[in-house]
């Protein structure tokens, strides 16, 4: 049994952990969807046998696979929002992957995470406050359109006779 004394997360906290975790599901939807129109219709050398699952592995999956000129309309643009996913990936790792210890106060909370390494377990605890937080969204929420338009945008050139209209604009560079 703990002796720590903590607080309630504050409302505002709580919006801003789920919020981050909403966008951070569409990037990795839009990442889902690109890796399977790849992994069927741009094949790559020495492409893997299983189509990846870990966030990092999709980002280079998706990057080898715009090599091809069909979809050299999105290679750089493309290449830039795979960079921007992967400079805030550690953002995302530190709640979504992250246990909630507790609030030392109201707007902050202590997380733990463990990864699972070939050599045994790393655990690390963050405090995050509500700004961070709230931070880590204003940079995912134009990633989350960005990652979708690019995964559209794709559908689209793959499939031009069955365009996809998105209802927030064209992916471009």
Not at 40 to 68: C, E, F, T
Not at 137 to 154: K, N
Request: proline share 6%; aromatic share 8%; net charge positive.
């Amino acid at each position: 049994m703990s002796n720590h004394q903590f607080a309630d997360p504050s409302e505002g906290l709580l919006s801003a952990i789920g919020a981050l975790a909403l966008n951070w599901a569409a990037i990795e939807t839009a990442l889902d969807f690109s890796v399977t129109m790849i992994s069927q219709h741009y094949p790559y050398a020495n492409m893997p046998k299983r189509v990846p699952q870990s966030l990092g592995r999709k980002i280079d999956y998706v990057s080898k696979g715009l090599q091809y000129p069909r979809l050299s309309t999105i290679e750089r643009p493309g290449r830039r929002m795979l960079s921007d996913v992967r400079k805030h990936k550690g953002d995302r790792h530190k709640i979504v992957h992250g246990a909630i210890l507790g609030a030392p106060d109201g707007d902050t909370i202590r997380s733990l995470r463990i990864r699972y390494t070939d050599a045994g377990h790393h655990v690390s605890i963050h405090t995050v406050t509500k700004e961070e937080v709230e931070g880590y969204c204003r940079a995912a929420l134009p990633l989350a359109d960005s990652a979708t338009a690019f995964s559209i945008r794709l559908w689209n050139i793959t499939w031009p006779n069955d365009v996809i209209d998105y209802p927030l604009g064209e992916f471009a560079a």
